[in-house]
């Protein structure tokens, strides 16, 4: 199994960035897709999840900035971030967790991609 994460770079602050993770190697939709992101000296952190029906959720922070999705034909799961900001400089990685598994077990990690957010 891969989880391919992609999309990260250097952005001013107010711009946006489209994260990418494809996936490899599983049954795409028994999975919920998630992101995370690690900022500098700081604990990796929940951002987004999505089920293969649609649902999402999101941490509050990030409610009404980023938006995820999913392409169940291209087992690809997107993150879109808009209104950036510095403090959204973070190491982003994609997750898979088989949707009959309780929260938190997560099966796979992507490597993540690097998102940096100048001021």
């Known amino acids: 199994v891969q989880l391919q994460a992609s999309g990260g770079g250097l952005v001013q602050a107010g711009g946006s960035l489209r994260l990418s993770c494809a996936a490899s190697?599983?049954?795409?939709?028994?999975?919920?897709m998630d992101w995370f992101r690690e900022a500098p000296g700081k604990e990796r952190a929940f951002v987004a999840a999505?089920?293969?029906?649609?649902?999402?959720f999101y941490a509050d922070s990030m409610k009404g900035r980023f938006t995820i999705s999913r392409d169940n034909a291209k087992n690809t799961v997107y993150l879109q971030m808009n209104n950036l900001k510095p403090e959204d400089t973070a190491v982003y990685y994609c997750?898979?967790?088989?949707?009959?598994?309780?929260?938190?077990?997560?099966?796979?990690w992507g490597k993540g991609t690097q998102v940096t957010v100048s001021s």
């Open positions: 997750a898979a967790r088989r949707l009959d598994r309780t929260a938190g077990n997560y099966d796979y």
């Open positions: 999505i089920y293969s029906d649609g649902s999402k």
């Open positions: 190697g599983l049954t795409f939709s028994r999975y919920s």
